[in-house]
């Protein structure tokens, strides 16, 4: 399986901006669809953003359209979420995870990083 470590989160002011970044060692990443999902504390795993192996598909949640970009660099073996305009409300620990799979089920991703903690202050 491929190994996956997310790095990027922080601390930020409502209206700033973040990237993550989603490394892989272990397998090459361009075997893989990623996607990025986040948790909030007391609620589930909500879906983010996924992109497809080849970087030519991607799907965000509504509550981040136009907002966010997904991205990827297979030569880098890195996916990156670019987070704009930051609310509050987008205060979660986020994860990205690999899947042979293109759809936004959690349930189908096999691989999962440890995540990074984003706070969006008021």
């Known amino acids: 399986q491929v190994q996956l470590v997310e790095s990027g989160g922080g601390l930020v002011q409502a209206g700033g901006s973040l990237r993550l970044s989603c490394a892989a060692s272990?397998?090459?990443?361009?075997?893989?669809?990623i996607g990025w999902f986040r948790q909030a504390p007391g609620k589930e795993r909500d879906f983010v953003a996924r992109?497809?192996?080849?970087?030519?598909?991607?799907d965000y949640a509504d509550s981040v359209k136009g907002r966010f970009t997904i991205s990827r660099d297979n030569t880098k073996n890195t996916v990156y979420l670019q987070m704009n305009s930051l609310k509050p409300e987008d205060t979660a620990v986020y994860y990205c995870?690999?899947?042979?799979?293109?759809?936004?089920?959690?349930?189908?991703?096999?691989?999962w990083g440890q995540g990074t903690q984003v706070t969006v202050s008021s």
């Open positions: 992109i497809s192996w080849g970087g030519l598909n991607t």
């Open positions: 995870a690999a899947t042979t799979l293109y759809n936004s089920d959690p349930e189908n991703y096999g691989s």
């Open positions: 272990g397998r090459t990443l361009n075997r893989y669809n």
